[in-house]
């Protein structure tokens, strides 16, 4: 199982800008960042949708 709080630390210490923070979603944490072209990248990993959480109803 991928560890994000782990690859982020680890990512910004190697110079890596971030958008966010790991986000906790119930079902997932997911954190964002740009590619040196630009592009968005969405890196996240499966927690509570392991054991049937999911994450809250948009509003």
Request: net charge negative; aromatic share 8%.
């Amino acid at each position: 199982m991928a560890d994000i709080a782990a690859f982020h630390a680890e990512a910004t210490a190697r110079g890596a800008e971030f958008l966010t923070e790991p986000i906790d979603r119930k079902a997932e944490v997911r954190c964002y960042m740009r590619d040196p072209d630009g592009y968005l990248i969405e890196v996240g990993q499966a927690t509570g949708m392991l054991e049937g959480v999911y994450a809250d109803p948009a509003p």
